[in-house]
């Protein structure tokens, strides 16, 4: 199963119905809920197509970015150029 970050982009809080929907779509598990977003493992298109029925929200995969490194980074040849 993967793992899709389902975000409300509406200007308001989302609307209750969306929400209960969302979260009784078959075969998806809801791992997190916020406000305004839900992290949920899903393993069928049914929840695509359900975020792609109801306006102001969207779906992605999710994606890991790693945090950068705390070491500083020393740049070679600064030297020449000043």
Same mark, same amino acid.
């Given at each position: !199963?993967? %793992?899709?970050?389902?975000? +409300?982009? *509406? =200007?308001?809080?989302?609307?209750?119905?969306? %929400?209960?929907? %969302? $979260? &009784?779509?078959? *075969? #998806?598990?809801?791992?997190? /809920?916020?406000?305004? !977003? %839900? $992290?949920?493992? =899903?393993?069928?298109? =049914?929840?695509?197509? $359900?975020?792609?029925? /109801?306006? +102001?929200?969207? /779906? =992605?995969?999710? #994606?890991?970015?790693?945090?950068?490194?705390? &070491?500083? !980074?020393?740049?070679? *040849?600064?030297?020449?150029?000043?």
């Amino acid at each position: !199963m993967k %793992l899709f970050v389902v975000r +409300y982009t *509406g =200007a308001n809080e989302p609307p209750p119905d969306d %929400l209960r929907r %969302l $979260l &009784h779509v078959p *075969g #998806t598990k809801v791992v997190d /809920i916020s406000p305004r !977003m %839900l $992290l949920v493992e =899903a393993q069928t298109d =049914a929840l695509t197509e $359900l975020v792609n029925s /109801i306006p +102001y929200w969207t /779906i =992605a995969p999710e #994606t890991f970015v790693p945090p950068p490194s705390p &070491h500083r !980074m020393v740049r070679r *040849g600064l030297e020449s150029q000043q």
